[in-house]
């Protein structure tokens, strides 16, 4: 297997610091092992995707000095491979639907009963609620349009053999973890629970894209921040119950502005773009983020 990395960001604003770091990255791990260093344009939410910042994406990220093969892959090609999948899951009573708003999952997390709200990758882990019963079977009928499908982390897990998932890690896990990790479904079902799968208006999720388009552009490497740790443990999960292969990961530190702070995409003042119009190299942005 070619040694294979990725790149994936959202159109949805101006390439920063952080990004530069997670693609230059990718690029150079790629090119240390002689390997494909790919692009990926993760479109699929609409309403906030525009073609104006891929643009700006492509052309700052050649500035940086990166090259990539084209065409690259773009998730709005590919809403009928996720529905596949949706359904797949669907009919393996995997998925249920649930239309719980954030104030009543808020409400229901909120009970006595339930202790302290826990807050998960998603925000509020979900309470479980619309959970179906022990035995309940997935209908015959496809996986209803336009509502929200969460994953049912329990029957994953029963799925799955109650088996602990393993990935390595050539970075460092929120803990500074390296190696083979394993997770125990216990953590998951606490701190994780039963994430959204498919939203209405995209019909998929980051998370479910992410793993499809991972196996099928053969990525054997991802870095990413530390920030997308709890998204890896969903994408191990995901992997198995699609029967996918597992890259390897490298959780990499977090680029932030001089105040500590995390930068997000809004942080316009630290975009790639901003210091290209001051005068900035590329061989500048990268000792900005301590890479040679
Ligand atoms: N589109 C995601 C982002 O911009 C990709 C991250 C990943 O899956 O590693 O954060
Ligand atoms: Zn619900």
Same mark, same amino acid.
């Given at each position: 297997m070619i040694p294979t990395t990725r790149f994936a960001p959202s159109p949805t604003g101006p390439l920063h610091l952080g990004h530069a770091y997670s693609a230059i990255l990718a690029h150079d791990m790629a090119a240390a092992q002689k390997g494909r260093f790919l692009l990926r344009i993760e479109d699929i939410d609409q309403s906030r995707s525009r073609p104006a910042w891929e643009a700006q994406i492509f052309d700052d990220l050649a500035w940086l000095g990166l090259s990539w093969p084209q065409p690259v892959m773009r998730q709005s090609a590919r809403i009928n491979i996720y529905q596949a999948a949706i359904t797949r899951l669907w009919r393996r009573g995997l998925l249920y639907p649930c239309t719980c708003t954030r104030r009543d999952i808020a409400a229901a997390a909120a009970a006595?009963?339930? %202790?302290a709200p826990l807050v998960g990758p998603d925000g509020t882990?979900?309470?479980? *609620?619309c959970r179906p019963g022990p035995a309940w079977c997935p209908p015959i009928s496809p996986p209803p349009a336009g509502t929200p499908l969460r994953l049912d982390m329990r029957r994953a897990e029963a799925a799955l053999g109650h088996r602990n998932l393993t990935f390595n890690e050539t970075g460092a896990a929120l803990d500074g973890r390296s190696g083979a990790i394993s997770i125990a479904w216990d953590e998951v079902q606490g701190?994780? %629970?039963?994430?959204?799968? #498919?939203?209405? #208006?995209?019909? *998929?999720s980051y998370h479910l894209s992410v793993v499809l388009d991972d196996a099928a552009q053969g990525i054997t490497l991802v870095p990413r921040g530390t920030d997308l740790f709890d998204a890896t443990v969903i994408h191990l999960i995901l992997q198995h119950l699609l029967e996918l292969p597992t890259p390897v990961y490298h959780h990499h530190r977090l680029i932030r502005d001089d105040t500590g702070k995390r930068l997000a995409k809004r942080d316009d003042a630290r975009s790639i773009r901003t210091y290209r119009h001051d005068g900035a190299t590329a061989q500048d942005i990268r000792r900005l983020i301590g890479l040679p």
């Open positions: 006595p009963q339930e %202790g882990v979900y309470p479980g *609620t701190a994780i %629970g039963d994430i959204v799968l #498919a939203r209405p #208006a995209m019909a *998929t």
